[in-house]
């Protein structure tokens, strides 16, 4: 299958443009699995709660809609990160749509210094989705540093970790090549480009988003500043290989009897 991961940079406020974009991006490339930036619709730096529920969507709502349509019309599952509208609540969340109409929203868990202030963290389990002939496993930017998340999604099955970020921080793209490594499995990082000022606030997000063999071999990564699709053929059977020597499988081998503190 390919898998591809689109790096963009919102406007932020501008939902329609920024949607409008992503619909082209999935109409102008060939691929399988697109995997879209972290509040790929509205934009990062919110200045208030109020202004994240003012651009924020429903899972239910119309842009959402353009989106689960645009993945059945290519024949492929989407993952795009946005500001999730429930009730008074708002997530960080991550949508995904299939071919066949399959729908679903990871919230997530693990939020990020001003994200306590504006976001409810997330509220389930870490979310695996079976779809294109994968089982993918939906993290979104700051899961990235627990090895908890990474390694729930492989036990519960996942062969690929797509994985919605606006990073700023130097240490993701290494980090998940090692998860890769650790859970034998792939990996599409897509993160976002360019600079966000506001509220008194300026953040600079590194781009440079990936594609990851279970091997951790980086299959294909993008610029650091530029708006791109990047693409590899990954083969989601390798993921569900756990042999790290003929004598040593990665989860057999576990001993949660131990794991323990005290």
Request: aromatic content about 8%; hydrophobic content about 45%; charged content about 25%.
């Amino acid at each position: 299958m390919r898998a591809a991961a689109v790096q963009f940079a919102p406007v932020f406020g501008g939902v329609e443009l920024n949607l409008a974009k992503a619909l082209r991006f999935i109409a102008d490339h060939d691929a399988d699995l697109f995997v879209f930036p972290e509040l790929a619709l509205s934009g990062y730096v919110f200045a208030s709660r109020a202004e994240v529920l003012e651009l924020a969507q429903r899972a239910d709502g119309p842009e959402l809609r353009r989106v689960a349509e645009a993945a059945a019309a290519k024949r492929a599952c989407v993952v795009i990160g946005f500001a999730e509208r429930a009730g008074s609540s708002v997530f960080n969340s991550s949508f995904v749509a299939g071919p066949d109409g399959t729908r679903a929203v990871y919230r997530k868990i693990h939020l990020f210094d001003r994200e306590k202030t504006l976001f409810e963290p997330g509220d389930g389990p870490p979310l695996v989705v079976e779809g294109v002939g994968a089982r993918l496993g939906l993290m979104v930017c700051f899961d990235w540093i627990f090895p908890e998340t990474a390694r729930t999604l492989a036990l519960l099955g996942a062969d690929v970790l797509c994985h919605s970020a606006n990073l700023v921080l130097p240490y993701c793209q290494s980090a998940m090549v090692t998860r890769c490594i650790e859970n034998r499995v792939f990996a599409v990082t897509a993160n976002r480009t360019g600079t966000e000022a506001r509220a008194g606030v300026s953040l600079i997000f590194t781009g440079s988003s990936q594609i990851v063999s279970p091997s951790g071999v980086v299959l294909a990564r993008a610029t650091a500043d530029r708006e791109e699709v990047i693409v590899a053929e990954i083969d989601p059977a390798a993921a569900r290989d756990k042999l790290v020597t003929p004598g040593n499988d990665l989860f057999r081998d576990r001993r949660p009897d131990l794991y323990r503190l005290g």
